[in-house]
C-alpha cells in the first residue's frame, strides 16, 4: 500500500456556500488556505485543509454599500467572529467508499461531520468535491435562528448552511 500525499492549490480551491431565510438564500464564496490530501493506493484516504473565514463574500448582493455592511455583520461574533478566529478547519477522519468523516471545526467548536465526496485523479494531480450541510447554532452562530429566539416572522434564518467544496491538490 503505497501512501501519497498531495498538497493543496489554494488559487484552485474554494468552497461555495448558501445560506437560507425564510425570504430567500444569500450565496458567496469563502477560500481554502492550504492543506494536504492523502491517498492511498489511489483512494482518498485522509487529510485536513484550513479555511481562510477573513476572505468570505457574498456573490448575490451587488450594492457595495450593502455588500460591505453584510461582509461586516459575518465576520462580526453574530457570526463567524473572524477578528478571533480567522480559520477554521477539516480533518479528514476516516473514508469508507466514498463517504467521509472528519472534523469541522468552527469558531474553536469542533463537531463530526459526514458527507460523500466524489475524487478525480489526473496525474499527479487530485481533485476533490463534496457537499456538507452543516447546523451553524453547534458553532455557536445563533443569530435569529428559530431555536433561541421567538416571533422572527421574516426575518428568522434557517440554521442548516451549505458548503458546496471544491480543492485541488498536487503530488508533494
Known sequence: METKKFYIISTQSNIDWVGRKVTGAHNGTIAVKEGELLLNDGTLAGGKFVIDTTSIKILDVTDPATN???FGHL???DFFSTDKYPEATLEITSVVGNHVEGDLTIKGITHPVGFDVAVNINGDEVTATGK???DRTRYGIKFRSGNFFKDLGDTLIYNDFELNVTVTAKAA
Open 68 to 70: 460591505a455592511q453584510f
Open 132 to 134: 456538507l450541510v452543516i
Open 75 to 77: 465576520a462580526s461574533d
